[in-house]
């Protein structure tokens, strides 16, 4: 892949967290971005707002390091989420999923969660994780609705990431399907918000009640 992006996947079997697991080798200087990590099975993984996301073997798992010089020029950080989430979301959709992404970073089917997204920034690095059920879903969540191989989908990912595609062409269309957002709810700072009545700002954040809100998480 091209210079200073995701060089190398790690592939491992069983790890308490993938996401865990990354920020402590890049901080021991162990591993160095561009970076990824993936396991067959997560037995710690970690959900929105450092909740437990229930990681059942044969789903998808996955995080990756990123220079903050690598990004696209005009991503908005606070947005990432969304970013990150879409161009997945993009590749699943090409290979025939109707998934869609609530805001700002939960893959949905209908009305049900299969997936999300956690982006932290690290001194100069962003950290995204990713979890996708693929085949097997805890209580009130659904799985993918198609079938498609991981090591495939995480190549055509990050084949994606590389091209550094601007984040006003990934949210012209996503803001074509925020509507969906609208009849849901979401968090922010362990604060529930409703998505009725927000509107979306070219940068990714919303304006709710007179209140712009961004979420970086």
Same mark, same amino acid.
């Given at each position: 892949m091209g210079k200073?992006?995701? /060089?190398?996947?790690?592939?491992?079997?069983? !790890?308490?967290?993938?996401? @865990?697991? $990354? *920020?402590?080798?890049? &901080?021991?200087?162990?591993?160095?971005?561009?970076?990824?990590?993936?396991?067959?099975?997560?037995?710690?993984?970690?959900?929105?707002?450092?909740?437990?996301?229930?990681?059942?073997?044969?789903? /998808?798992?996955?995080?990756?390091?990123?220079? !903050?010089?690598?990004?696209? @020029?005009? $991503? *908005?950080?606070?947005? &990432?989420?969304?970013?990150?989430?879409?161009?997945l979301k993009e590749i699943l959709a090409e290979n025939g999923s109707k998934v869609w992404l609530k805001w700002p970073n939960d893959f949905y089917l209908n009305e049900k969660k299969i997936g999300g997204t956690i982006t932290h920034i690290v001194n100069s690095t962003i950290i995204c994780g990713i979890g996708l059920n693929l085949t097997i879903s805890?209580?009130?969540?659904?799985?993918?609705?198609?079938?498609i191989e991981k090591k495939k989908l995480l190549e055509d990912y990050f084949l994606n990431i590389e091209k550094k595609v601007l984040w006003k062409q990934v949210f012209s269309k996503y803001k074509l399907e925020f509507y969906k957002s609208l009849d849901f709810f979401t968090h922010i700072n362990n604060i529930k918000f409703s998505l009725s009545n927000a509107i979306l700002n070219d940068d990714g954040s919303l304006e709710i009640n007179g209140e712009r809100i961004y979420s970086l998480r």
């Open positions: 200073g992006l995701v /060089l190398q996947i790690i592939y491992l079997d069983t !790890i308490d967290s993938t996401q @865990k697991y $990354l *920020k402590e080798k890049i &901080a021991e200087k162990k591993l160095t971005p561009p970076i990824a990590i993936t396991a067959d099975y997560q037995t710690n993984g970690i959900g929105s707002r450092e909740n437990l996301w229930e990681s059942k073997p044969g789903n /998808l798992f996955f995080s990756f390091a990123i220079a !903050i010089e690598n990004l696209p @020029k005009d $991503l *908005k950080l606070e947005s &990432a989420s969304i970013y990150f989430s879409y161009v805890p209580k009130n969540h659904s799985s993918l609705d198609i079938i």
